[in-house]
């Protein structure tokens, strides 16, 4: 996240106390779109606050460690969490975007084959990136919103389309001063 929005990289691990939150104006096919990237980090003890952060939004970006098959593992609890605090209008179309993060390391555990299989399974994108070495990094970013501004478009009312508001035309007859 820190990697796309502000182009730089540290080795200083600063764990996430509950929620880290950065946002970035794009253009997205001729459209101009502001990512609000909010990064949970899977600690536990901020479950309770999925509801409230996962609501409204439009894509789910999973990312787990090449080298770590336990944080691979974590991503189908993960999914099922997301959807069920978020509740999507079309869970079965909602966008995950799957991110295998450190494929600048040496010692990967979760083959890339494998990776992809569960992505096609479950019908997610799949990216490999490091940030470290800014390997598809803005590139997976760029297709994640995209995906959302897809699933906006296709499944919301705040894309403008679904909603029309008029005005209530006086009533020349009635006494009533409010027009609304």
Known sequence: MTRFVDHRFTNLYRATIGVDFLTKELTIDKTSVI????????????????TSLYRGAHCCLLVFDVTSLA???ALEGWKKEFL??????D?????FI????KVDLENREVPPKKAKQWCSAMGAEYYECSAKEDIDVDRTFHS????ALLYLRSNSAENGKDVQITQKQPDKTSNEKCQC
């Open 35 to 50: 990512l609000q990237i909010w990064d949970t980090a899977g600690t536990e003890r901020f479950h309770s606050l999925g």
């Open 71 to 73: 944080s691979f593992t």
């Open 84 to 89: 069920v605090q978020a509740g999507p209008s």
């Open 91 to 95: 869970p079965t179309g909602f966008p």
């Open 98 to 101: 799957v991110i295998g993060n």
């Open 144 to 147: 994640a919103a995209r995906a």
